[in-house]
T-cell receptor, first 113, second 113 residues
Framework: DSGVTQTPKHLITATGQRVTLRCSPRSGDLSVYWYQQSLDQGLQFLIQYYNGEERAKGNILERFSAQQFPDLHSELNLSSLELGDSALYFCASSVGGGGGTQYFGPGTRLLVL | AQSVSQHNHHVILSEAASLELGCNYS??????LFWYVQYPGQHLQLLLK??????LVKGIKGFEAEFIKSKFSFNLRKPSVQWSDTAEYFCAVNLNRDDKIIFGKGTRLHILP
């Protein structure tokens, strides 16, 4: 158990819908990272927040957005969902914002029908 | 562009065989290097990491990796694999004090009992 929690574990929804994934980092960690893992694209970094502010951006679509709240939990919002958004979404956390070891959560498996 | 290459996408070995998984990166500066493992149905876990010092790093479960700066490589090794090592292995790199970690596409390791 890494100490990072993610909810829900599984999510099934339809195209065009919007979903919110939630992540709670390890106690004391200030950074939260979001990743998308799919069979064809592998593990893709989406976005990072550090202490409430966006710190780094990766291959995140405009239909996707995220935020980190004062209690440091983070939410990833996925809207206008497409079939190709079906994937495993991981959250990770780390102590600081300058790289270092990331601890991964169990992931949310999203299936868009 | 910054990238991480894992040369083997699928590796099949018998138990007790020796393992070496290749990883090369394309950064010019000081880097932090990681190997993560993802067991079937589970989240990513840190196997080992290199930040500085001895370039031969020992991790959990008998794994080790060697950082060769001149070759931009960080290959993962294990002298004798077990069936329980069946998993997907990800090499990851970030520039020192950079926030983004770039993951390789992963190597699926299958150990035959």
């Amino acid at each position: 158990d890494s100490g990072v929690t993610q909810t829900p574990k599984h999510l099934i929804t339809a195209t065009g819908q919007r979903v919110t994934l939630r992540c709670s980092p390890r106690s004391g960690d200030l950074s939260v990272y979001w990743y998308q893992q799919s069979l064809d694209q592998g593990l893709q970094f989406l976005i990072q927040y550090y202490n409430g502010e966006e710190r780094a951006k990766g291959n995140i679509l405009e239909r996707f957005s995220a935020q980190q709240f004062p209690d440091l939990h983070s939410e990833l919002n996925l809207s206008s969902l497409e079939l190709g958004d079906s994937a495993l979404y991981f959250c990770a956390s780390s102590v600081g914002g300058g790289g270092g070891t990331q601890y991964f959560g169990p992931g949310t498996r999203l299936l868009v029908l | 562009a910054q990238s991480v290459s894992q040369h083997n996408h699928h590796v099949i070995l018998s138990e007790a065989a020796s393992l070496e998984l290749g990883c090369n990166y394309s950064y010019g500066g000081t880097v932090n290097l990681f190997w993560y493992v993802q067991y079937p149905g589970q989240h990513l876990q840190l196997l080992l990491k290199y930040f500085s010092g001895d370039p031969l790093v020992k991790g959990i479960k008998g794994f080790e990796a060697e950082f060769i700066k001149s070759k931009f490589s960080f290959n993962l090794r294990k002298p004798s694999v077990q069936w329980s090592d069946t998993a997907e292995y990800f090499c990851a790199v970030n520039l020192n004090r950079d926030d983004k970690i770039i993951f390789g596409k992963g190597t699926r390791l299958h150990i035959l009992p």
